[in-house]
């Protein structure tokens, strides 16, 4: 609704955005909006990622809890929260932020992960 305010868009021009301040360490953080086949419920979702590993849900926001990566610095597990239906896909699409340590959990450990699983997949055949 902000930028609707500000440069007087129509109600049927769709922006999604998330705007955060950011005190960084050795964290990297996205915003991500995805699309879905099936329609998706934020609720769901949130529940499905409490259970992953190496996810840790921060999600909180009437207790100013978000993940962020002052406190994702340091830790094995990404944190994700601001989790919401999004405003571009609708009931078909999510939106969601993420703070990751960039030298814990980073590209490299997660070719370990699934280089494991792969092992443990083809030793269970």
Known sequence: WELQKIFGLSDDVKVSCTAVR????RAHSEAIVIETE????PAEARELL??????????????????M???ATG??????????QSLIFGKHGLEFFVSGDQLL??????????AEQA??????V
């Open 105 to 114: 959990r980073g590209a490299a450990l997660n070719a370990v992960i699934i």
């Open 38 to 41: 099936e329609p998706v419920d």
């Open 75 to 84: 830790e094995y597990d990404v944190e994700v929260g601001r989790i919401r």
């Open 69 to 71: 990566p002052l406190n």
């Open 50 to 67: 409490k259970n992953a590993d190496g996810v840790k849900v921060v999600d909180d926001p009437a207790s100013l809890k978000y993940p």
């Open 22 to 25: 950011v005190p960084t360490l």
């Open 119 to 124: 092992v443990a997949a083809r030793l269970s």
